[in-house]
């Protein structure tokens, strides 16, 4: 079911914990499975990503996606930064099945999140960030559930 990248992602994360005064920081979540990332970003005065951190509260495949976001990220410039998806996420693990795909969401959205904290506090713009959500399900039409 999951590729052995994943595995090794989940079963050792890379770059987990935490940044005291991070340069930025972004906080996600999935409201329809439980799952919250946050990535700490510590970027230098020539806007290169020196260090990166996660938290997830989730399962598997979003840990191995916070993980494996993480390294993506890792000493590119915020532009290189803003150009990890979540196709790049899946790609780079191997694949994940398609109930997982929302966890590569989060890992996206997450560094966005982060990204645009970073921009806010620097009084800064960068191309093509926008605003991020909370929840990656933000302004999707509610679907009625049937019992």
């Not at 890792?74 to 150009?83: H, L, S, T, W, Y």
């Not at 990890?84 to 999140?113: F, Q, R």
Request: with cysteine; glycine share 8%; net charge negative.
């Amino acid at each position: 079911m999951y590729t052995e990248k994943v595995m090794d992602h989940f079963q050792h994360p890379r770059n987990m914990g935490e940044i005291e005064n991070a340069s930025g920081v972004g906080t996600v979540g999935n409201a329809k499975c439980g799952d919250i990332m946050r990535i700490y970003l510590d970027i230098d005065e020539n806007q290169i990503i020196r260090d990166v951190k996660f938290k997830t509260f989730g399962c598997g495949a979003a840990v191995a996606t916070s993980s494996m976001a993480t390294e993506l990220v890792k000493g590119k410039n915020i532009q290189e930064a803003m150009e990890v998806t979540n196709k790049a996420v899946m790609e780079a693990l191997d694949g994940l099945p398609p109930v997982k795909v929302h966890c590569s969401l989060l890992a996206e959205e997450a560094i966005h999140a982060a990204l645009w904290d970073y921009a806010q506090k620097n009084g800064i713009v960068i191309d093509g960030l926008e605003k991020p959500k909370s929840d990656i399900h933000e302004g999707e039409e509610e679907e009625e559930e049937e019992y």
